[in-house]
């Protein structure tokens, strides 16, 4: 038990955490507006950007996260010489969340696309009547309702964001929980079991609540109908 | 219903030419993005010849490509099999009728489904490594094998379990006026429909399992992403050879999802007229590839 409890004294774990939520929320952000985009483009009149929304979710949610994070540090990162902060590790850590955003937002494109289903079409149908053309349609009458039809599973797509973060040990974001588990067990191999079982109970507590939270908010925003 | 109805109606003469418009303008700003994307890569000379030739030589696929994909098809191929049987397992353990069966597979599926995937692959290699109870070559197939069925195997075990609860009332009824006990109707009549209904969600999970054997990468299993990292550092081609994996993944994947999609419009006539089923549920939206 002693032992055990030394390992807090030398690794820090919170901030390894810590790591993890601050990607998880960035990049949370980055995906919610370009696959809020990416939804306007795959139901708007217009066929170029339909199409381009399609062909986007179906590359991004059909390739491997680790390939799309190895293409940024190794890619963008090693090969193009891109730099998005003039320190290495910000500039690692910014990488990862474009890598995060940009694969998670053909995931929650897909989320609200599935609440624009459950808008009826009579709610589109009173929008053209009384005038209102695509964009202040879908932006006054049918997002809005969408978004609380798409409450559960863009609580699903938040929480895999979450489980997703540790990905970002392979684009080299080093402090982040899965690299740091590594470390601890690689330096203190008698505690394999308890060092894993910290770190996963640590995404239990985190990822959780969020489900039970979108879930509770899901039956209690969703549009009665 | 597709999306497009929702929104708008026939357009007049005035909105086919704003659709006009505007659809010359995206196209353009799509265009903008991939010359300006194209002009970058070959700006770092990413783009020449030299860098995607080798991709014509067939000692590259013999030594490189398709080992790895051999490889990430086994690793994939095993986790399948083994998830779908830890599923059923777990899925008829959370429908029994025996509270402490129902309450341990709960709370274990809950779990599973909690941790990271990447977590619970590098804990398994780590273990296994250092436990010597497995050869330490075996290591990193045994640990992507483990954590890929382990969650995977959860989520279709919840697969299962919302199928059998979005039968149709009077299945288990049936059953057991013909003189099944609960278990043999659970086994025999609910399951196997479950099953059917859900096979489009099970297939997407399938394409889950094979994009996450890409994490065999981060504990040096070697599979395709491995394989092609390799070749791109000796040949000096990184970011051909990482197009050339992507590409491959997303060719199966897309089929897969594609006969995911197919299916469910397919199997949806078996399913009409029941009760739409709860909202965000599963079946919902059954054939969208997850997220993890």
């Not at chain 1, 964009?135 to 997002?143: F, G, Q, V």
């Not at chain 2, 997303?250 to 419009?265: D, E, K, P, Y």
Request: glycine share 8%; charged share 10%.
């Amino acid at each position: 038990m002693e032992n055990y409890l030394s390992l807090f004294e030398t690794y820090n774990v919170p901030a390894a955490f810590w790591v993890n939520i601050q990607l998880s929320f960035w990049a949370a952000i980055w995906a919610l507006a370009i696959g809020t985009v990416l939804a306007l483009f795959r139901i708007s009149p217009i066929p170029s950007l339909q199409l381009f929304g399609a062909a986007y979710v179906n590359v991004f949610r059909n390739t491997p996260l680790t390939i799309i994070l190895a293409f940024g540090f190794l890619g963008l990162f090693s090969v193009m010489q891109i730099s998005l902060a003039s320190d290495l590790n910000a500039s690692l850590f910014r990488i990862a969340i474009v890598g995060l955003s940009l694969y998670h937002a053909a995931f929650v494109c897909e989320a609200i696309r599935s609440g624009v289903n459950t808008v009826p079409l009579g709610q589109a149908e009173a929008a053209r009547a009384i005038g209102l053309s695509f964009l202040p349609a879908a932006r006054l009458i049918i997002l809005p309702q969408a978004f609380r039809g798409a409450i559960a599973p863009l609580g699903n797509v938040l929480i895999a964001l979450i489980k997703n973060s540790t990905v970002a040990a392979a684009g080299s974001v080093a402090t982040e929980s899965s690299g740091l588990m590594k470390t601890m067990i690689e330096f203190r191999s008698d505690l394999v079991i308890p060092i894993f079982l910290t770190f996963a109970l640590g995404f239990v507590i985190l990822v959780i609540p969020i489900g039970l939270l979108t879930t509770w908010a899901s039956r209690k925003l969703a549009v009665a109908r | 219903m597709s999306a497009q109805q929702v929104l708008f109606d026939a357009p007049g003469p005035r909105g086919r030419r704003t659709i006009l418009i505007g659809n010359i303008v995206g196209a353009l700003i799509v265009l903008g993005i991939l010359a300006w994307v194209i002009s970058a890569l070959a700006g770092k000379g990413q783009l020449t010849a030299g860098m995607w030739t080798p991709f014509l030589e067939s000692r590259t696929w013999q030594f490189f490509i398709l080992p790895g994909l051999l490889n990430t098809l086994k690793a994939a191929g095993i986790s399948i099999v083994t998830s779908v049987l830890f599923g059923l397992v777990f899925g008829v353990g959370r429908l029994s009728h025996s509270v402490p069966i129902r309450w341990i597979a709960g709370v274990v599926v809950e779990f599973l489904r909690a941790v990271p995937v990447l977590l619970m692959m590098i804990f398994f290699w780590l273990a296994l490594g250092s436990s010597g109870s497995v050869n330490p070559q075996d290591a990193p197939l045994i640990a992507v094998i483990l954590a890929l069925t382990l969650y995977n195997g959860s989520v279709i075990a919840e697969l299962v379990r919302s199928g059998v609860h979005g039968l149709p009332k009077g299945q288990r009824e049936a059953g057991m006026a013909i003189g099944l006990t609960r278990n043999q109707s659970l086994r025999n009549i609910e399951v196997p429909q479950a099953l059917i209904a859900m096979l489009p969600a099970l297939i997407s999970q399938f394409v889950v399992i094979l994009k996450d054997s890409a994490l065999g990468f981060i504990i040096t299993y070697p599979e395709l992403l491995q394989f092609t990292r390799r070749l791109g550092v000796g040949e000096g081609n990184v970011i051909p050879s990482l197009f050339v994996a992507a590409a491959i993944f997303i060719l199966i994947n897309f089929a897969l999802s594609t006969l995911a999609t197919r299916l469910s419009v397919l199997l949806s006539f078996r399913t009409k007229g029941r009760k739409p089923a709860a909202k965000g549920s599963i079946a919902l939206d059954a054939s969208t590839p997850a997220p993890t």
